[in-house]
């Protein structure tokens, strides 16, 4: 279930490097996201792109607008880029014709996405994301359902496939699968509002339906620390650095080399259950200490967690139960996926985490999965409600559609 915070080691090639610096735009809208999250937790105040002088602004004192993260790449911004505080992600389905037309419809729709996002990431003729002056902080993620990749033999890696089943699963079937995933971020649930207006537009356009949306938020985290969870843990500390990602996260070299594979688990979170904990027993179910994130056997929140570490009455320090033992890459050859996710607040019983991991083998998934599903001392605390898996296109370099090398 942990998520992981952005790893600049991890930054798209072809994006250019970011200097720092948090605008008077940045501020104002992340007290609009916490009023949109409906939650008390505000949006995180992230390292942020150059300014260039003598932009609008400049006469009045006020802080230019920031730089866009640039849509085009050999790998896709969603990913690549820092995490921004703020996401909606939504699924659609195309319809079932012809083998050939269907072929087409996708074709289509993807040059439409790819128009439309990068649009919006630049220099957008829409005045709503112009409102400021300024292009918005916006990424995206594209990404196939495993069926609509079988059913028009797209060139996808081999066993690509729906996730099993796994014991305590509570999925509602409206809330997850779907032909296509796309993932939008940004600074603010406006942003989002309105490039999903766009994308669905573009989306219907070619043919296609709507099929679930998930919005979601960060709390206020500064630059270079861990994000908490609603069960006021730090939720994620040690994502693959680029090295590792190469052999866990993104396909191998060939055509797959910049794209992925997105397993997401939409998990609701007993908060108030959880809460009603002494503090200790608390610790013990996750495997860290809640205050300074370090796990039960170190001192600091990057320490490697020991899972051999042993009390004088031979019982483990991190208990065989603990969350952080059963998703140590220890128990799997040291495989490490890549974690973004973020949480939710949709009802007052309805809160959690949407967990978003990039692996390259979602087998990997499914042996953490089944190890929680057996016996995570979280589970009487957690229930995942809904599930996707998509495989995540490389990125779409300048003069380029997203999913050109599915038609080789």
């Known amino acids: 279930m942990p998520t992981e915070p952005e790893n600049p080691s991890l930054s798209n090639p072809s994006a250019g490097a970011a200097a720092s610096g948090v605008g008077r735009r940045r501020a104002l809208l992340a007290a609009g996201a916490v009023l949109a999250a409906g939650v008390g937790a505000a949006v995180g105040e992230l390292a942020d792109g150059g300014r260039a002088p003598g932009r609008a602004g400049a006469a009045t004192g006020a802080p230019p607008p920031e730089a866009p993260i640039p849509f085009h790449g050999v790998r896709q911004a969603g990913l690549t880029s820092p995490q921004l505080p703020a996401t909606r992600l939504l699924a659609f389905d195309l319809p079932v014709t012809s083998a050939a037309a269907d072929r087409e419809a996708l074709r289509a729709l993807l040059a439409a996405w790819t128009r439309t996002l990068a649009s919006a990431a630049g220099a957008s003729p829409d005045p709503r994301l112009r409102a400021d002056g300024g292009p918005p902080r916006l990424t995206s993620l594209v990404g196939l359902g495993p069926a609509l990749a079988a059913r028009l033999a797209l060139a996808v890696p081999a066993g690509f496939a729906e996730l099993p089943a796994f014991p305590g699963d509570r999925l509602d079937a409206a809330r997850g699968g779907g032909d296509l995933l796309l993932q939008l971020c940004a600074d603010d649930p406006w942003t989002l509002a309105v490039v999903a207006e766009l994308a669905t537009t573009a989306a219907r356009s070619a043919g296609a ?200």
């Open 209 to 408: 339906t709507p099929r679930w949306a998930q919005s979601g938020f960060l709390p206020r985290t500064a630059p270079g620390t861990t994000p908490r969870n609603l069960f006021g843990f730090k939720d994620g500390t040690a994502n693959p650095d680029e090295d590792a990602s190469r052999q866990w996260v993104w396909g191998p070299p060939g055509p797959h080399e910049n794209a992925t594979v997105l397993v997401y688990r939409r998990i609701r979170m007993d908060t108030a259950a959880f809460a009603a904990l002494p503090g200790e027993q608390q610790d013990l179910a996750m495997g860290r200490r809640a205050g300074d994130g370090a796990p039960l056997t170190g001192t600091a929140e990057r320490d490697e967690p020991d899972l051999y570490a042993k009390h004088p009455d031979g019982a483990y320090v991190i208990p065989v139960t603990a969350h952080v033992r059963l998703t140590g890459p220890r128990l799997d050859g040291g495989a490490r996926m890549l974690r973004r996710g973020y949480s939710y607040d949709d009802a007052p019983g309805d809160r959690g985490l949407l967990f978003c991991a990039f692996v390259r083998d979602p087998g990997q998934f499914t042996r953490v999965q089944n190890r929680l599903a057996e016996r995570d001392a979280l589970n009487p605390f957690v229930e995942h409600t809904a599930s996707a898996v998509a495989y995540v296109l490389p990125g779409a370099p300048e003069g380029t559609a997203l999913g050109d090398q599915l038609w080789a």
